[in-house]
């Protein structure tokens, strides 16, 4: 069985089981158990998961699949329940060698952004099979507490990208300054949403999170306005797999001159991130706040990368891997 020695969702220190602040945020003030009574793979072939994973609605490769809370115990949602959270095993595809180290690195990704840098997320934690395999555990935002499902676009959907007319990879072409006028478009008070989409990207960037695709974003229905919903499946991709620094191949924006370096070496520095900042219409010091938090590793990351349930060996790399990124952000582009 797994030794538990932090929260398997806020990564404090000292508790076998999660803490009281993620009784409260993740689990509505219930005593769940971080233990699964069943394991994953027992139930990979069957007809009840292919269900279940056919009733999850957001996209990706990775398999996703409905879930509640029943009599203190995470399970597995049937067709009659309102799934309240959905659990992510790891993937299937075993030519990622490191797979099962994913869900460990969505957790730690997902806190880092929300203790260290106050990006708003989607709750989540980790739980654990018999056979003491990592499963991450995300509460639906879209879920009111009456079972309400709130009305959700992604981004691809509101730039008008589908696979039948841009074919198997939509979710990945076009630029970040398309979803930025999306914003625009459709929120209200899309100035305080579009601080938060900018600081996305740059974290996105920093933490290496190549799969930031169009689906990757979404706008959820607050009353009568649509606003930027919590962050979500933010993950260090780099650490699995080689890819590109962003996940959509038209970069920040076709509209921004890219600095000498971002043009040299292929990989953008922070002057890239605050020319795209006032591409989009930010103001020039909130573009610098926001820049100015990502340009050293913070002690906070360090602790929750040593807090998480990743091994030691992705611990390092994982570090290794935002050093360098950061070493990258602040070269000197002029």
């Known amino acids: 069985m797994i030794a538990i020695k932090h929260c398997p969702s806020t990564l404090a220190s000292g508790y076998d089981t999660y803490s009281p602040q993620a009784v409260r945020q993740l689990f509505d003030g219930k005593t769940v158990s971080p233990l699964l009574d069943f394991g994953i793979d027992e139930f990979r072939n069957t007809g009840e998961i292919v269900r279940a994973m056919k009733r999850i609605s957001v996209s990706g490769v990775q398999e996703k699949f409905p879930a509640i809370i029943s009599e203190n115990k995470i399970c597995i949602a049937s067709e009659e329940d309102r799934s309240t959270y959905i659990i992510k095993p790891a993937p299937w595809d075993e030519t990622i060698s490191t797979r099962k180290q994913i869900p460990a690195n969505e957790h730690l990704t997902m806190q880092i952004a929300r203790q260290v840098y106050g990006i708003i997320t989607a709750d ?14 995300t509460k639906r935002f879209d879920i009111m507490d009456n079972g309400t499902k709130n009305e959700m676009e ?17 979710k990945y072409n076009g630029c970040y ?21 900018f600081e996305l990207v740059v974290f ?56 000498d370096v971002y043009t040299n070496t292929g990989h953008p520095c922070r002057l890239d991130f605050d020319r795209f900042g006032n591409q989009i219409g930010l103001v020039e010091s909130r573009v ?17 990368v040593a807090h998480s349930y990743l091994n030691e060996k992705m611990k390092r790399n994982y570090l290794r891997i935002v050093n360098e990124r950061i070493n990258r952000f602040i070269r000197n582009s002029e």
């Open 177 to 197: 300054e398309d979803i930025a006028s999306a914003i625009r478009k459709n929120v209200s008070a899309w100035m305080v949403d579009m601080e938060r989409f």
């Open 204 to 259: 996105n960037y920093i933490y290496a999170n190549g799969d930031d695709h169009l689906k990757n974003f979404s706008l959820i229905r607050e009353g009568h306005d649509y606003r930027l919903s919590p962050a979500y499946d933010l993950l260090n991709t780099s650490l699995h797999v080689s890819g590109d620094d962003l996940g959509l191949t038209g970069g920040l924006s076709p509209n921004v001159e890219k600095t």
């Open 124 to 137: 989540n934690g980790l739980c654990f099979t018999k056979d003491s395999q990592m499963v991450y555990i």
């Open 154 to 170: 992604d981004f691809a959907t509101l730039v008008g990208r589908n696979e039948q007319a841009d074919g198997t990879f939509f």
């Open 288 to 304: 610098k706040r926001i820049l100015d938090k990502y340009m050293n590793l913070p002690e906070q990351t360090e602790t929750l």
